[in-house]
């Protein structure tokens, strides 16, 4: 297992204390990421106290290339700037996510939000994803990220350098404010929030998340190597629609990859099931 960054381990120690405030979400398809709230009562000459908010980044799975989202600990003074700055220029803590923005693109001024209209200005834009799906994806990508860090579900207008564009390189329409994509059409229907990967923990692990999937029902495992040490289900708060779910199991110390998946009604005959994964330390 790779050594865990300093960042990541900044988010695993919010993520592991606070988990139940990052999974508080309704699944009923608002921008309903919630954000770490900032500890108070803390001294005048302590650092500025920092949250968790969503970013959203993507990654390849049976149904094609998804978004999932992670939670970076940010000073919240400007939310929506610093997760799309997040987004565009901090690498994913999880390796197995990745952006589909182009290096050098940056926030050219501060998100803004007024009037039932959030507003995004892009500088650097640079050259043209390998597609048109993914240069949709990619825009769903700063909508979802935008939205979340506002919770807010209002349309999206990007601007390239200051002006209004009627597209984004010359693949997606920006014309008019970007709506949300359904989000069962976007995001991986699978998604671990805390702990997240790299996380060290204690012996007595809670992990929490979001799962669109069939009956309510998330098998999940624990692994080391090839061996199954921990196995069974969770129940998501609702059936096949975006809700939290949460379960708690008991590991010796030891080195580890949490796994939560769809369940696959149909015994193998359809495509394969979306999965999430996390490796994890047990202290």
């Not at 979001?210 to 009956?215: D, R």
């Not at 629609?241 to 010796?252: A, D, M, Q």
Request: proline share 8%; glycine share 10%; charged share 20%.
């Amino acid at each position: 297992m790779r050594p865990p960054r300093v960042r990541r381990l900044v988010v695993t120690a919010l993520v592991v204390l606070l988990a139940g405030g990052v999974a508080a979400c309704t699944g009923s398809g608002n921008a309903d990421d919630r954000s770490i709230p900032p500890t108070s009562g803390a001294p005048t000459s302590a650092p500025p106290a920092t949250r968790a908010l969503p970013v959203y980044y993507a990654a390849d799975t049976s149904a094609g290339t998804r978004l999932y989202r992670e939670f970076h600990a940010v000073v919240p003074d400007d939310p929506g700037t610093t997760a799309l700055r997040e987004m565009l220029g901090a690498p994913a803590i999880d390796p197995d996510y990745r952006t589909l923005w182009p290096t050098g693109v940056t926030p050219r001024r501060s998100v803004t939000h007024d009037g039932g209209e959030i507003v995004v200005d892009l500088t650097g834009i640079g050259r043209a994803p390998a597609s048109k799906a993914v240069a949709t994806l990619a825009l769903q990508q700063l909508v979802y990220t935008v939205q979340g860090a506002l919770q807010s579900t209002d349309p999206v207008r990007v601007l390239v350098d200051g002006q209004r564009a009627d597209q984004l390189w010359g693949l997606v329409d920006i014309g008019a404010p970007v709506a949300r994509a359904e989000q069962t059409s976007v995001r991986s229907l699978v998604q671990i929030d805390a702990p997240a990967d790299g996380a060290t923990v204690g012996r007595e692990l809670v992990v929490t998340g979001e799962a669109a999937v069939f009956e309510a029902t998330l098998p999940w495992q624990v692994r080391q190597g090839d061996s199954v040490v921990r196995e069974g289900f969770a129940t998501t708060a609702e059936g096949q629609k975006f809700s939290p779910y949460r379960f708690t199991v008991t590991l010796e110390p030891g080195d580890y990859e949490l796994v939560a998946t769809e369940d696959d009604p149909s015994g193998g005959a359809g495509r394969a099931p979306m999965t999430d994964t996390k490796r994890i330390s047990v202290r």
